[in-house]
T-cell receptor, first 117, second 113 residues
Framework: DSGVTQTPKHLITATGQRVTLRCSPR?????VYWYQQSLDQGLQFLIH???????AKGNILERFSAQQFPDLHSELNLSSLELGDSALYFC????????????????FGPGTRLTVL | LAKTTQPISMDSYEGQEVNITCSHN???????ITWYQQFPSQGPRFIIQ???TKVTNEVASLFIPADRKSSTLSLPRVSLSDTAVYYC??????????????FGKGTHLIIQP
């Protein structure tokens, strides 16, 4: 158990809909990262927040957005869903602000499996 | 920022030592090298991190040559439970870039009895 929680574990929805995925980081961590993992694309970095502020964006679609709240939990919002958005969505947390710094380790949650029908 | 190249897949047998090499020709002076392990339908898990020479922990060893353009993850005496995907990550980022967070597709390691 990494200490990072994600809800829901599974989510099935239809095309065109909007969903929100939630992540609670470890109590000592200020950074939250979101990743998408599909069978053909591997693990893709989406976005990173540190202490409520966006730090970096990866391959995140305009239909997707995220935020980190004052209590440091984060939500990933996916809208106008398409079949291709079906994937595992992971969040990770870490102590430091800069990604892979000298001592930074990311702790991953169990993921949310999104299925778009 | 460094990009990494790893073999797509490898296989070995229980009890053997497995070495997975990662190439990172453009590694920067301040970059560290980190390896993660991922089992199906689970999030990646940190294995080991190093900067140069050799690092060893209870799970693995990491060998980094002097030029740091590659690194080798060594798993001693593997078991069936070591079957997983292994990712090599290199670098940190500044500004808006995030190459150091690119996990890619990793190396699929399959251990056979």
């Amino acid at each position: 158990d990494s200490g990072v929680t994600q809800t829901p574990k599974h989510l099935i929805t239809a095309t065109g809909q909007r969903v929100t995925l939630r992540c609670s980081p470890r109590s000592e961590d200020l950074s939250v990262y979101w990743y998408q993992q599909s069978l053909d694309q591997g693990l893709q970095f989406l976005i990173h927040y540190y202490n409520g502020e966006e730090r970096a964006k990866g391959n995140i679609l305009e239909r997707f957005s995220a935020q980190q709240f004052p209590d440091l939990h984060s939500e990933l919002n996916l809208s106008s869903l398409e079949l291709g958005d079906s994937a595992l969505y992971f969040c990770a947390s870490s102590v430091e602000s800069g990604g892979l710094s000298s001592t930074d380790t990311q702790y991953f949650g169990p993921g949310t499996r999104l299925t778009v029908l | 920022l460094a990009k990494t190249t790893q073999p797509i897949s490898m296989d070995s047998y229980e009890g053997q030592e497995v070495n997975i090499t990662c190439s990172h020709n453009n590694i920067a002076t301040n970059d560290y090298i980190t390896w993660y392990q991922q089992f199906p339908s689970q999030g990646p898990r940190f294995i080991i991190q190093g900067y140069k020479t050799k690092v060893t922990n209870e799970v693995a060893s990491l060998f980094i040559p002097a030029d740091r353009k590659s690194s080798t993850l060594s798993l001693p005496r593997v078991s069936l439970s070591d079957t997983a995907v292994y990712y090599c990550l290199v670098g940190r980022y500044s500004g808006g870039g995030a190459d150091g967070l690119t996990f890619g597709k990793g190396t699929h390691l399959i251990i056979q009895p």
